[in-house]
């Protein structure tokens, strides 16, 4: 793969190593925090890029920089080529091809995403119990995800659990996760409730990270150290070791305490366009002269010229509004 000089930088400097790529906005759930409050299980339409369009995508960022890249969705695991569009990108960056997931079809699956390059998964699960879990997706599938918990370790697959928090939702829920983290050593880490078109988002839901860390602080029996950060693809998390276990627990403040200085990432949505920035820019369609046959060149000029308008921090620190997606699913958080 031809490698571009001076690699890929946004207009103030920021150097871009990290791509995540919504791959379906189909999903098997309907998260309150993700999904319009319908109060039902929507169909979004099937894929727009075919496996061979998202890996040829992929390849011209890591052409330029890129050594991490994330799949997402929608349920990524909803596509039945997923493991041949890892397979695809894996040897593009050395093996750092991580998943974010439900877990409801992991288990058996995980061996053979690990056959195919990928390295982690990060498997959301915003409660430890049934009854919360069900209110929160609208569906009965605990069990199934914590299969999948235990296949993706089974399989060697570097295993987190992400949490979104809603305050009057599953704040009773942190603890719960907490301690499972504690006792089977595995890293929890809690994110900021933030705005998608139709998802409720409000102050009253709204639960900051530091309060969040209070809660586990006060709450476990064991004290916490902060790691230090050891780089910028690792994500925006603060994470804490829980003495005397293997466990973590980590916060991710979006919204409270941003972290957009060092922001070095950027998104390819399921529809194949580029997001600057997850609440700002407008999205720029690469899919479109991909189609028609635009050189790897060509693609490299849009991709740059659309960073050089990524922005020096979301509105919401200015005291503006957002630019909302329609929701979570169809940019890939």
């Not at 195919?116 to 995800?145: C, H, I, W």
Request: proline share 4%; charged share 25%; aromatic share 4%.
């Amino acid at each position: 793969m031809l490698q571009v000089r001076d690699g890929l930088k946004d207009g103030l400097g920021r150097g871009i190593t990290y791509l995540r790529v919504s791959v379906t906005e189909q999903c098997n759930l309907a998260c309150v925090y993700c999904k319009p409050r319908t109060g039902s299980l929507e169909r979004a339409t099937p894929p727009v890029m075919s496996r061979n369009e998202v890996v040829q995508l992929v390849k011209v960022f890591t052409s330029l920089g890129v050594r991490k890249v994330r799949l997402t969705g929608g349920e990524p695991l909803l596509r039945r080529d997923l493991e041949t569009i890892i397979a695809g990108i894996s040897p593009e960056v050395e093996g750092r091809v991580h998943l974010t997931t439900n877990g409801i079809h992991l288990a058996r699956r995980a061996r053979a995403l690990r056959d195919a390059g990928l390295s982690g998964v990060n498997v959301s699960l915003d409660a430890a119990d049934r009854d919360t879990f069900q209110r929160l997706t609208l569906k009965n599938g605990l069990d199934k995800v914590l299969a999948g918990l235990e296949a993706a370790r089974s399989a060697g697959l570097k295993t987190k659990l992400n949490a979104v928090v809603l305050r009057g939702w599953n704040d009773d829920q942190i603890l719960p996760l907490a301690r499972l983290a504690q006792s089977e050593g595995l890293q929890v880490r809690f994110i900021e409730f933030m705005p998608y078109r139709g998802n409720g988002w409000g102050q009253e839901q709204f639960m900051p990270a530091a309060e969040i860390l209070q809660i586990v602080q006060e709450g476990l029996d064991a004290e916490l150290q902060e790691e230090p950060v050891i780089g910028l693809e690792e994500g925006p998390a603060r994470i804490f070791r829980i003495t005397g276990s293997q466990g973590k627990v980590g916060v991710i403040s979006t919204l409270s305490d941003d972290f957009c200085a060092r922001c070095n990432r950027v998104r390819l949505t399921s529809r194949g366009e580029l997001r600057a920035c997850l609440f700002g820019n407008q999205p720029v369609d690469l899919l479109k002269p991909l189609r028609q046959q635009a050189t790897h060149e060509d693609l490299v000029q849009l991709i740059r010229r659309t960073l050089i308008e990524k922005l020096d921090c979301h509105p919401m620190r200015r005291g503006e509004a957002p630019i909302l997606s329609d929701g979570m699913w169809q940019v890939g958080g």
